[in-house]
């Protein structure tokens, strides 16, 4: 079976069920409401009809001298006539002998006829729910004239309607299979005709109530669309981070076996050449651990990202009170002798500022900054490091008089191993993962970047902090 034909079939029986369910309280409810009211009829009928024949036997007896002679011969179908004396004593009955009939003065139709002139009565009178109909008649010469008729009571009645009822019953299962299957194929219709790759599309001719579903739907699906573009998107910045990683590792490997194997060969005899193999060996050494120490730092924020804060204190280490002058003179003196060597002037600019966050990813963060700024800088240029409160929130900027960048690219600038100046990247060194280190230190402290640069006349980076960040009125 198809799903298309399960599902009709699931909600064919749904639907008579429902409609056989409501069918059948339909039945049962008439049938005891057409029950109580016939049943009510005919009781009505049948006193009407006894009152009528009460009158004229009772004027039949006032008549006559010998009531006896009269009521032997009087022949009323399916009527049970008692004559009754004054004292209760039963003088005559059509269908019992009087002598094993007990005194009838205490029957209530009896009481009410010697009182009023006139009185009636029900009773049942067997497990079928028939009653007895009494009228009483109060005679000229005191005696009472009591006719009764048995009548079909509720359950005689509902009894006896049972087989149209049955009837009734089947019929109404052959309309609700009818019935069901015709609405169950003109609900499933739309339902049918749903597409669910383009669930917008179908809102127009949709019920109402499946909008919200719709919705949902077309909400989900773009959300997967969103959520696969980034996978294709980090899928081939890993492809791209891996390739960069094998060349950019490759490069100083290269050298440095390169040299190596020059020493080991004894083709650098003099010993001042040697030790010039040494230096690069070294300085291609350092190239390399200040590679693999970025793409330690990298891995760790990003473990730090997708993890929860328990995580990121295990990796990065725990949140604490950075005082920003401190760090900014901190990576200064560190910074300063390769300043001077690149004949770049290194000025500070601070102010009282205090973050909340982790010490070692913001002294990278500056590290980076100050570092890319001298790398990048012209002759005799200068790099001013400045922090501060700005509208209430820490900052720290980094200017400097460098080559500048061009607007298109400044969205790229912190992308992984990208160089604004390719033609020369390598003469001036670098990792090419600076400022990617700075984006996710900034992010993981919910902080913002700005760059204002101009091609030819310098660039100043902005890290803006959260308001919420701790400053320094804080722990005063």
């Known amino acids: 079976m198809t799903p298309k034909n399960s599902t009709h079939h699931s909600l064919s029986r749904r639907v008579f069920a429902t409609v056989f369910a409501v069918a059948m309280l339909v039945v049962v409810v008439f049938s005891l409401a057409g029950t109580a009211y016939v049943q009510g009829r005919l009781v009505t009928l049948a006193h009407e009809e006894l009152d009528n024949q009460s009158d004229v036997v009772a004027a039949a007896l006032n008549s006559m001298p010998d009531d006896k002679f009269l009521l032997n011969h009087l022949d009323l179908s399916n009527t049970r006539i008692t004559l009754i004396d004054t004292d209760g004593t039963v003088l005559f009955d059509s269908e019992a002998d009087v002598e094993d009939m007990p005194n009838h003065a205490s029957r209530p139709e009896v009481v009410e006829a010697f009182e009023t002139g006139r ?218 002798t390769v300043a001077d060597v690149n004949g770049i002037t290194l000025q500070l600019r601070v102010e009282p500022a205090i973050v909340f966050g982790v010490p070692r990813l913001l002294d990278e963060l500056v590290y980076n900054l100050a570092s890319n700024a001298i790398r990048y800088n012209k002759p005799h240029g200068s790099v001013t490091l400045r922090c501060g409160m700005e509208d209430g929130a820490p900052y720290v900027s980094v200017e400097d008089t460098g080559i500048g960048i061009a607007p298109e ?17 390598k003469a001036r060194g670098g ?39 701790m400053q320094i009125e804080d722990l005063m």
């Not at 739309?190 to 669930?199: A, G, Q, S, T």
């Not at 693999?292 to 204190?313: C, F, H, K, Q, Y």
């Not at 984006?439 to 919910?446: E, G, I, T």
């Open 119 to 336: 009185g009636d009565s029900e009773r049942s009178s067997s497990t079928l729910g028939e009653i007895m109909l009494y009228e009483a008649v109060r005679l000229d010469n005191g005696a009472v004239l009591r006719l009764a008729q048995e009548q079909d009571g509720y359950l005689s009645i509902l009894v006896g309607m049972m087989p149209p009822l049955l009837g009734l019953v089947a019929l109404g299962v052959i309309v609700s299979v009818v019935a069901a299957r015709l609405e169950s194929r003109v609900i499933i219709a739309p339902l049918l005709e749903v597409d669910l790759d383009h669930p917008v599309r179908n809102i127009q001719d949709a019920y109402s109530e499946m909008i919200p579903m719709l919705d949902r739907i077309e909400t989900q699906r773009q959300e997967l669309k969103r959520q696969m573009r980034v996978l294709a998107d980090n899928d081939r910045m890993r492809r791209e981070f891996t390739a960069n990683i094998t060349h950019e590792l490759k490069t100083p490997l290269t050298a440095i076996s390169g040299y190596a194997e020059l020493i080991a060969s004894g083709m650098v005899a003099d010993e001042e050449d040697q030790r010039d193999f040494a230096r690069r060996i070294h300085k291609e050494a350092g190239r390399l651990t200040a590679l693999v120490n970025d793409i330690l730092t990298l891995s760790s924020l990003d473990e730090a990202e997708r993890g929860d804060a328990e995580v990121s204190n295990s990796v990065l280490g725990s949140r604490e009170p950075v005082d920003l002058p401190r760090t900014i003179d901190t990576v200064y003196h560190r910074l300063d």
């Open 431 to 469: 990792t090419g993962l600076g400022l990617a280190i700075v984006k996710h230190a900034a992010m993981f402290h919910d902080a913002t970047i700005s760059v204002d640069s101009t091609l030819g006349e310098g660039t100043t980076i902005t890290v803006r902090f959260p308001k919420e960040a």
């Open 409 to 425: 690219e400044q969205d790229k600038i912190f992308e992984r191993f990208y160089r604004v100046d390719k033609s020369r990247s």
